[in-house]
């Protein structure tokens, strides 16, 4: 199996690469700026079947001609990459709001439609397994998406979109033999996370009935069994990973 993780770095990419990688896996991965952390990463898994890419997913031509090319078959697709930053309601700078709304949605939402977009097409020329699948794309989205944000609302509207992307995926590629599914975390220790974690984490802690924040091997674990081919029928499928802060 051949995966390919975006934003593998660090959070939840990072330990998605480990855990595929630990599971048998080829895994490419592709970062924005973090050249030397991509490098330790490598290093740390052996470069035998670990490789990574400058690529940054908000750039369709980049996308197309310098990260996939290298690439020559992909079994597995996974869109972390994301970005995040407070945008509220009630700001006063119109400008900023737009921007915001502008930044967010081409890294988080049209990133991850462009790369579906070029891995389909790769994915359709693969051989099928014997109940006829070609390709599984997994998009980390998160528990924003379905409870709401005002604070981010440019962020939970562009993880409710990739969510429905891939139902919209799951529903018209199940005759090429790809399979599609979304996971939704909720507060994890991540980089993205710190800054509110350090300055709400009591809080944050209170809304998760167990009163832990959760890790980000969690989360890739969910991504890893995604990726094995064990829930190819539940495929359109969400599947919450906030320690029952928001169940729906």
Known sequence: MTALVTGGTRGIG???VRSLHAAGARVHFTYASASD???VLSAELGHERVSSERCDSADPAALDAGCLERFHRIDVLVNNAGIYAENPLDGS??????AGWAKTFAVNLFGVADLCWLVARSMRENDPNPHGIRGRIVTITSRAAHRAEPEFADYAASKAASGNLMKSIARGAARDGIVAFSVAPGFIATDMAAAAI?????????????????????VANIVTFLASGLADYATGTTIDVNGASYVR
Do not use: L
């Open 93 to 98: 700078d119109f400008a900023a709001w737009r």
């Open 14 to 16: 990072a330990a998605t």
């Open 37 to 39: 952390a991509a490098r």
């Open 198 to 218: 350090a300055a709400e984490g009591e809080r944050i802690r209170a809304e998760i009935p167990s009163g832990r924040i959760g890790t980000p091997e969690e």
